[in-house]
């Protein structure tokens, strides 16, 4: 499995920025699409913003237009921007990278939104 690290973490007031990144252990060139999911508490796990091997990306709805996936080859890491945070974006962000060999998590980083 690849190792991925999380930092970035942290408390932000509403309106703020945080930019979350994703360090893989193995080129990442080799990981067919990488994620950033995120676990408030009481609820499942949902997926937030992937960006695949090609470059294309998705977000979920309640994301768009405030949050940005992107990738840097050479340093094997993948970043989440996020602009405008709101309270309801307060969870744990985990990282997931997917091949077709295996499935990979980090540990998660805390991100709470509140004045």
């Known amino acids: 499995q690849v190792q991925l690290v999380e930092s970035g973490g942290g408390l932000v007031q509403p309106g703020g920025s945080l930019r979350l990144s994703c360090a893989a252990s193995t080129s990442i060139r080799s990981i067919t699409v990488m994620g950033w999911y995120r676990q408030a508490p009481g609820k499942q796990r949902e997926l937030v913003a992937r960006?695949?091997?090609?470059?294309?990306?998705t977000y979920a709805d309640s994301v768009k237009g405030r949050f940005t996936i992107s990738r840097d080859n050479a340093k094997n890491t993948v970043f989440l921007q996020m602009n405008s945070l709101k309270p309801e974006d307060t969870a744990v962000y985990f990282c997931?990278?997917?091949?077709?060999?295996?499935?990979?998590w980090g540990q998660g980083t805390q991100v709470t939104v509140s004045s």
């Open positions: 960006i695949f091997n090609g470059g294309s990306t």
């Open positions: 997931n990278g997917r091949r077709l060999s295996d499935d990979s």
